[in-house]
T-cell receptor, first 111, second 115 residues
């Protein structure tokens, strides 16, 4: 069965610093991969997706992610974090009409 | 385009009662999925409907059920509520007509509290 692991439960980063969130997946075929963000009390917002092709994908809010098949990873990055990026981030893999999510990484931004 | 809407946004029920949650997908989207989010278990898939047919179901007891109507709106029902059913219930819709339609767009959720 497919699964997603987000090794970091919580990350604290200074405003203006770079951010990288890790995601590892377990899936036999070519995965459909997603990153979502959730602000407190809100639903999930899609940041970006990977289906095929270029392994570096751009998303909204200045985020990008790189698919590395050899490492079974799909890490999310942002060059310069803003205070509004404080939220919980979820990596997910799509298969059989459903999303399987990682446990999430909470990002705290300090001034 | 309006986003996914869910009603009600907040709900308080007592153990043993039943509850019905509603989801209206983005206009033109024919697929609706439901997820449960709790601090302990995270985000878990409940079920997915496409054109009124359930395509997949997660590992939840039979107390959890759902349906989809001809206008793509969906409802989920939980009978005989337990304290552990307290959660944020999220609905997502997808157009599911091309490869890119695997994108799922989420509503704000219904916060269910069982006392």
């Amino acid at each position: 069965a497919q699964s997603v692991t987000q090794p970091d439960i919580h990350i604290t980063v200074s405003e203006g610093a770079s951010l990288e969130l890790r995601c590892n997946y377990s899936y036999g075929a070519t995965p459909y991969l997603f990153w979502y963000v959730q602000s407190p009390g809100q639903g999930l917002q899609l940041l970006l997706k990977y289906f095929s092709g270029d392994t570096l994908v751009q998303g909204i809010k200045g985020f990008e992610a790189e698919f590395k098949r050899s490492q079974s990873s799909f890490n999310l990055r942002k060059p310069s974090v803003h205070w509004s990026d404080a939220a919980e981030y979820f990596c997910a893999v799509f298969n059989d009409y459903k999303l399987s999510f990682g446990a999430g990484t909470t990002v705290t931004v300090r001034a | 385009k309006a986003g996914v809407t869910q009603t009600p946004r907040y709900l308080i029920k007592t153990r043993g009662q039943q509850v019905t949650l509603s989801c209206s997908p983005i206009s033109g989207h024919r697929s609706v999925s439901w997820y449960q989010q709790t601090p302990g278990q995270g985000l878990q898939f409940l079920f997915e409907y496409f054109s009124e047919t359930q395509r997949n179901k997660g590992n939840f007891p039979g107390r959890f059920s759902g349906r989809q109507f001809s206008n793509s709106r969906s409802e989920m029902n939980v009978s005989t509520l337990e304290l552990g059913d307290s959660a944020l219930y999220l609905c997502a819709s997808s157009s599911r007509t091309t490869a890119s339609s695997y994108e799922q767009y989420f509503g704000p959720g219904t916060r269910l509290t069982v006392t």
